[in-house]
């Protein structure tokens, strides 16, 4: 199972806005609406801020936006913020019902 | 509150065995679906294992298969995961992550994400 494209990095001053994209394949991203973003600060677990494309768990700002076309999922962070910087990856469900994830994108707040 | 503590991180030889151990508490343990992921040093997160509520249905990643095994106890709230023939490569940090819903009624269909994680526990395999 290969993993989902991401762009290794993305930056943004504060107050803007940016999107980054995940890309995948008709056995997964393609298949099912079940793209998941997962945000990572250093040393710290995982954290699911998006499900399901576009869905956002309680608790998670608004500044925090999915969407999918085709075989591409993106992720839109608003109103860029200090502590938005983190590591942030995709996830998908598969054909074979396993999980794969995006190698992972470096946001930095300018 | 829905808590996972993992446990059982060692350092290990190329070739041994090791079994990880995750704790579970403030949720019904018995109909969420649990996974394994894990982190090598500064790299990428990787999908490892996933086992279903009644622990039924077992799916595992290509790299681990035939030598991982997941496991659950329902009656202790507790996930397991057997590895046995370690590789210098299965170094990384080993969360425990929940399983969105077996149904989730804003979609309609199950939850494939992972909703809930573990602090993690560290395997080095080294010699």
Known sequence: QSALTQPASVSGSPGQSITFSCTGTSSDVVGYNSVSWYQQHPGKAPKLIIFDVSNRPSGVSNRFSGSKSGNTASLTISGLQA????????????????RVFGGGTKVTVL | ??????????????????????????????????????????????????????????????????????????????????????RVEDTAMYYCARDGPDYDPLTGYPGYYFDSWGQGTLVTVSS
């Open chain 1, 83 to 98: 502590e938005d910087e983190a590591d942030y990856y995709c996830s998908s469900y598969t054909i074979n019902y396993t």
């Open chain 2, 1 to 86: 509150e829905v808590q996972l503590v993992e446990s059982g991180g060692a350092l290990v030889e190329p070739g041994g065995s090791l079994r990880l151990s995750c704790a579970a508490s403030g949720f019904t343990f018995s109909t969420y679906g649990m996974n394994w992921v894990r982190q090598a040093p500064g790299k990428g997160l990787e999908w490892v294992s996933y086992i279903s509520s009644s622990g039924t249905a077992v799916y595992n990643a290509d790299s681990v298969k035939g030598r991982f095994t997941i496991s659950r106890d329902n009656a202790k709230n507790s996930l397991y995961l057997q590895m046995n023939s370690l």
